[in-house]
Nanobody, 120 residues
Framework: QVQLVESGGGLVQPGESLRLSCAAS????????MGWYRQAPGKQRELVAT???????NYVDSVKGRFTISRDNAWNTVYLQMNSLKPEDTAVYYC??????????????WGQGTQVTVSS
């Protein structure tokens, strides 16, 4: 069993910052790419940022220069530092990780989601 647990969402005003965290736990042998996705009301889920185990990163154009993804391999944790938040960043943010379990099965896992609301 593998679980991804997110934390750090909330309500902020435009221009403020938030930091999301996602910790993976369970029968983990190896974690490949980790990432953050988001889904706004009435819209499809979209990729926000990804990071490989070697810390190569990728961002959607709308967050470049404002968001930073990082990870701690020792603690199986991925972070998303979000600065200069805009109302259009409002969404449920989901953590995702590609994980090989101790049983040598590789699967994509998802967290339960955390709400980020940017509003004045």
């Amino acid at each position: 069993q593998v679980q991804l647990v997110e934390s750090g969402g909330g309500l902020v005003q435009p221009g403020e910052s938030l930091r999301l965290s996602c910790a993976a736990s369970g029968s983990i042998s190896y974690i490949y790419t980790m990432g953050w996705y988001r889904q706004a009301p009435g819209k499809q889920r979209e990729l926000v940022a990804t990071i490989t185990r070697e810390r190569s990163t990728n961002y959607v154009d709308s967050v470049k220069g404002r968001f930073t993804i990082s990870r701690d391999n020792a603690w199986n944790t991925v972070y998303l530092q979000m600065n200069s938040l805009k109302p259009e960043d409002t969404a449920v943010y989901y953590c995702q990780a590609t994980i090989t379990t101790i049983a040598r099965i590789t699967t994509d896992y998802w967290g339960q989601g955390t709400q980020v609301t940017v509003s004045s």
